[in-house]
C-alpha cells in the first residue's frame, strides 16, 4: 500500500535503503527527491510515445504497450543497478503521481522478494510540501543575515558556523552561483523547482527553536528567484555585519574569483550589461585592466565604483536592523576562522 508523507520532515526521513526514481530522465533532471537515484521506467522518447498511444488509440492499448516497456527497463535496471543488493536491501519507489509506473517498478521489485514500497502521490506529493514550505507557510526559524560588502567573504564565514554549532542555509550553493555579477560556477543553476525543493529541504531539517542564518542576498541569485516565503523572513531578518577594509578585500576577491579572472572573453561579456548604468568610460577601463591582467586594480575599481555604491544605495532604501557587527582586518583563513567564531557569539547570544 502506498505511503503518504504528510509533512516534507516526515518524507525526507523515509527510512528505506534507497530512493528510487522511475520517471523519464527529463523529468528527473528538472527535480527530484533529494538522494532519489534515477531508474526510468520509460524513457523520455518512451513515455512521449506511450502518451500519443493513450490520446490516439487508447488508454487499453497505452497501458499494454506501456507494460512491456517498463518491464524490459525493469529489468535492465535490475541486471545494471541492483547486483549487489542483498535481501534485506528497502527500496522506496515513486513516479509522478504515484500510479502505473511506480506500481508496476515496485511489483517487480517486490516479487525478487526486497520489501519495497511506493510514495502515495509521487513526485507530486513532494512537489505539494516544498510549494507549501515556501510559497505558503510563513519559515518557522528565527532568520538572521549575514551581511556586509561585496569581498567580506561571507559565504565562507557562513560555511564555517556549522563546525561552531551554529544553523545555516547557503543560497548561493544551493542556486551554484556566487551571487554577483561574475558568479557563474560550473554545472550551471539547478532548474528553479530543485533551488526551491533544497531550500525547503534544508530548512526542514533544521531546529525551527534556534537561529538559522542566511547570507544577505538580493531576491535573485544568478538566475534563481528565492521563493516568496523566505524571501520574507529575509526582508525581515535582523543582520550582522561583516566589515572589512578596501584592500582586505581586494586581495580576497583576486583569490575567490582567479578562475573567471582565467576568461577574459566571458569576464568582459559580464561587463556590458553595466554599461547603460556605470558609463562607457569606467567600462571600458575595467577591459582595459582586465587585458593588462591588472587584477588587483580591477577589483579595486570594481569595489569602490560599482558594488559599494549598490549596496550603499540598497542598504538607504530597506533601513535593515543590524544586531551586531564583526571587524576582520584580513580576510586569509586566520582572519574568517575568527570573524565566524565572534559571528556565532552574536548568534548564541539571540
Known amino acids: 500500500m502506498p505511503l503518504q508523507f504528510d509533512t516534507l520532515s516526515d518524507l525526507l526521513n523515509h527510512g528505506f535503503d534507497t530512493v528510487i526514481d522511475v520517471r523519464s530522465p527529463a523529468e528527473y533532471a528538472e527535480d527530484h527527491v533529494p538522494g532519489a537515484v534515477s531508474m526510468p521506467a520509460l524513457s523520455n522518447a518512451e513515455r512521449a510515445h506511450i502518451g500519443?498511444?493513450?490520446?490516439?488509440?487508447?488508454?487499453?492499448?497505452?497501458?499494454?504497450?506501456g507494460a512491456v516497456l517498463v518491464a524490459r527497463n525493469a529489468a535492465t535496471a535490475i541486471e545494471a543497478q541492483m547486483q549487489d543488493k542483498d535481501g534485506g536491501w528497502r527500496p522506496l519507489v515513486y513516479c509522478w503521481r504515484?500510479?502505473?509506473?511506480?506500481?508496476?517498478?515496485?511489483?517487480?521489485?517486490?516479487?525478487?522478494?526486497?520489501?519495497?514500497?511506493?510514495?502515495?502521490?509521487?513526485?507530486?506529493?513532494?512537489?505539494?510540501?516544498?510549494?507549501?514550505?515556501?510559497?505558503?507557510?510563513?519559515?518557522?526559524?528565527?532568520v538572521v543575515l549575514l551581511d556586509g560588502l561585496t569581498g567580506t567573504a561571507k559565504t565562507e564565514i557562513l560555511n564555517r558556523l556549522p563546525d561552531l554549532g551554529i544553523q545555516v542555509v547557503d543560497l548561493e550553493g544551493l542556486a551554484n552561483h556566487r551571487g554577483s555579477l561574475i558568479g557563474a560556477l560550473d554545472g550551471g543553476q539547478p532548474s528553479q523547482k530543485a533551488f526551491e525543493g533544497a531550500i525547503a529541504c534544508a530548512l526542514a531539517q533544521l531546529d525551527p527553536d534556534r537561529p538559522?542564518?542566511?547570507?544577505?542576498?538580493?531576491?535573485?541569485?544568478?538566475?534563481?528567484i528565492i521563493p516568496p516565503m523566505v524571501w520574507e523572513a529575509m526582508c525581515a531578518a535582523p543582520r550582522i555585519e561583516i566589515r572589512s577594509p578596501v584592500p582586505s578585500r581586494v586581495e580576497y576577491l583576486c583569490r575567490a574569483y582567479a578562475d573567471a579572472a582565467a576568461?577574459?572573453?566571458?569576464?568582459?561579456?559580464?561587463?556590458?550589461?553595466?554599461?547603460?548604468?556605470?558609463?562607457?568610460?569606467?567600462?571600458?577601463?575595467?577591459?582595459?585592466?582586465?587585458?593588462?591582467?591588472?587584477?588587483p586594480e580591477l577589483a579595486r575599481s570594481l569595489i569602490v565604483d560599482h558594488y559599494d555604491p549598490s549596496y550603499t544605495k540598497s542598504r538607504a532604501?530597506?533601513?535593515?536592523?543590524?544586531?551586531?557587527?564583526?571587524?576582520?582586518?584580513?580576510?586569509?583563513d586566520a582572519g574568517q576562522d575568527a570573524a565566524a567564531r565572534n559571528v556565532a557569539e552574536i548568534v548564541r547570544s539571540l
Open 317 to 332: 532604501a530597506h533601513d535593515p536592523v543590524v544586531i551586531g557587527a564583526v571587524d576582520v582586518p584580513s580576510l586569509d
Open 212 to 224: 538559522v542564518v542566511f547570507e544577505a542576498e538580493s531576491s535573485k541569485i544568478g538566475r534563481r
Open 52 to 65: 500519443t498511444i493513450y490520446k490516439q488509440v487508447s488508454p487499453f492499448e497505452a497501458k499494454k504497450a
Open 98 to 142: 504515484g500510479g502505473q509506473r511506480s506500481g508496476s517498478f515496485s511489483t517487480i521489485l517486490a516479487q525478487i522478494g526486497w520489501r519495497t514500497d511506493t510514495i502515495k502521490g509521487g513526485y507530486q506529493t513532494y512537489r505539494r510540501l516544498v510549494y507549501r514550505a515556501v510559497y505558503e507557510d510563513r519559515v518557522p526559524h528565527r
Open 263 to 295: 576568461d577574459t572573453d566571458w569576464l568582459k561579456a559580464r561587463f556590458q550589461p553595466i554599461r547603460h548604468h556605470r558609463g562607457h568610460d569606467l567600462v571600458d577601463r575595467w577591459e582595459a585592466l582586465l587585458q593588462a591582467g591588472n587584477m
